[in-house]
């Protein structure tokens, strides 16, 4: 049931308005095409406007940027240059979210997506975000599901150093721009603590 849903999805062209182009790689042409295998493409981090977070974690990045997004992202990593500075120790309590706008009309539709990854934040970047973890914070992500996963304080560097943000549990998405803030959140629902926010730019392009 789920495998021809899936397949529906990736067959029709979505509704008016809202196709985008992607490449066929067996055709070597363009398709029409709604939501399917992605690669994230990142633009530059900012910190949030609102100034809702603690800035415990915070990112001190240049994101390097294709030339051409639909295809130099098949074959090359996005690289990272400068400095993430952790305060506290990060382990397996609280959550991390990501909540994505999407374009329509010239104007940006707040929290079309929102995802809450709630088995602590340590572990939630290892389940979401492997690659990060490893090159940034020097985990092992595999080891980090299934044990004690904690980022220790300090200051990460980076010089132009390879990531891969694939997203291993969200195989599937719809194709198109979204803008997106990524938090930390310590303590509960009722009383929480933003330790970490920062917006960027996602472009989720075709997987060839």
Same mark, same amino acid.
């Given at each position: 049931?789920?495998?021809?849903? @899936?397949?529906?999805? @990736? ?24 939501? +399917? ?8 981090? &900012? ?12 990112? =001190?990045? !240049? ?14 990593l996005q690289?990272?240059? +400068?400095?993430? &500075? ?7 309590? +609280?959550?991390?979210?990501?909540? +994505?706008?999407? /374009?329509?009309?010239?104007?940006? !539709? ?18 979401? @975000?492997?690659?990060? @973890?490893?090159q940034i ?7 980090? /599901? ?17 990531? =891969? ?13 979204? /803008? ?7 303590? &509960?629902?009722?009383?929480? /603590? ?9 472009? &989720?392009?075709?997987?060839?």
């Amino acid at each position: 049931m789920l495998r021809a849903l @899936l397949l529906a999805v @990736l067959l029709w062209g979505g509704p008016p308005g809202r196709r985008q182009g992607s490449y066929s790689a067996s055709a070597a042409k363009w398709i029409n095409s709604f939501a +399917g295998p992605f690669i994230p493409v990142v633009g530059q981090f &900012t910190d949030c406007l609102d100034k809702k977070s603690e800035d415990l974690v915070k990112l =001190n990045v !240049k994101v390097s940027q294709h030339r051409n997004r639909q295809i130099d992202s098949q074959t090359q990593l996005q690289k990272i240059t +400068g400095n993430v &500075t952790v305060a506290v120790p990060i382990g397996n309590k +609280g959550w991390m979210y990501m909540k +994505g706008a999407s /374009r329509s009309n010239n104007q940006w !539709k707040e929290n079309a997506h929102v995802l809450k990854f709630s088995n602590g934040i340590c572990r939630a970047m290892a389940e979401n @975000l492997p690659d990060f @973890l490893r090159q940034i914070y020097k985990i092992d992500p595999d080891k980090a /599901r299934h044990s004690a996963c904690v980022i220790p304080p300090g200051v990460y560097l980076a010089d132009e150093t390879p990531v =891969n943000f694939t997203v291993p549990r969200l195989p599937v998405f719809q194709y198109g721009t979204w /803008r997106t803030e990524i938090g930390f959140v310590l303590g &509960t629902e009722a009383k929480p /603590r933003n330790i970490m926010c920062f917006m960027t730019d996602i472009y &989720t392009v075709p997987k060839l």
